[in-house]
T-cell receptor, first 117, second 111 residues
Framework: GAVVSQHPSRVICKSGTSVKIECRSLDFQATTMFWYRQFPKQSLMLMATSNEGSKATYEQGVEKDKFLINHASLTLSTLTVTSAHPEDSSFYIC?????????????FGAGTRLSVL | DAKTTQPPSMDCAEGRAANLPCNHSTISGNEYVYWYRQIHSQGPQYIIHGLKNNETNEMASLIITEDRKSSTLILPHATLRDTAVYYCIVSATGANSKLTFGKGITLSVRP
């Protein structure tokens, strides 16, 4: 397996503030990381694909200026929710790709529960 | 949209085998079948993946039909800790390949 660490696990913030979530691959290097969002009783929805050293690719309907992604190293990607509002409250989960070709597997972090008051 | 269909739920008795079905009739030749599970309020956990041959690891077995239009994940001896939502996903392999999660199947293991 592989270990992906996500921090913080839970955050509560006031409306209008920004929140940064970190995703780290602890025992491998990941050129590609992914960010997902999951609302209660729903499935995971991919928000963006993050590639080390380049701009993230956002899925349709995801505001790139609101959800800032930085993938500055092979072991760290960050998601910043800017000017958060109550509707941004959700479970945010990252994953990191490990392995080449047919052995490639996405490993997931434990998730960050964001509550915006 | 997810390219797989799974029953919404099933249950099994602790210690018995759990057989989780998945249909993926539109799977492409280069797409693999991946299985993940998500225990409540946690991130998904990788279980197994395969292309066309049956696969087995320490967690489970994956049986893929010859026409690749369906597959079954087998947990040989289910425990209470296997209670989770199980996602069957088809995807090309590779670092940039996206995973599209459907609704999954909720497996409840009863004592």
């Amino acid at each position: 397996g592989a270990v992906v660490s996500q921090h913080p696990s839970r955050v509560i913030c006031k409306s209008g503030t920004s929140v940064k979530i970190e995703c780290r691959s602890l025992d491998f290097q990941a050129t590609t990381m992914f960010w997902y969002r999951q609302f209660p009783k729903q499935s995971l929805m991919l928000m963006a694909t993050s590639n080390e050293g380049s701009k993230a690719t956002y899925e349709q309907g995801v505001e790139k200026d609101k959800f800032l992604i930085n993938h500055a190293s092979l072991t760290l990607s960050t998601l910043t929710v800017t000017s958060a509002h109550p509707e941004d409250s959700s479970f945010y989960i990252c994953s990191a790709s490990k392995g080449q070709g047919v052995r490639n597997i996405q490993y997931f972090g434990a998730g960050t529960r964001l509550s915006v008051l | 949209d997810a390219k797989t269909t799974q029953p919404p739920s099933m249950d099994c008795a602790e210690g018995r085998a759990a057989n989780l079905p998945c249909n993926h009739s539109t799977i492409s030749g280069n797409e693999y079948v991946y299985w993940y599970r998500q225990i409540h309020s946690q991130g998904p956990q990788y279980i197994i993946h395969g292309l066309k041959n049956n696969e087995t690891n320490e967690m489970a077995s994956l049986i893929i039909t010859e026409d690749r239009k369906s597959s079954t994940l087998i947990l040989p001896h289910a425990t209470l800790r296997d209670t989770a939502v199980y996602y069957c996903i088809v995807s090309a392999t590779g670092a940039n390949s996206k995973l599209t999660f459907g609704k999954g199947i909720t497996l409840s293991v009863r004592p």
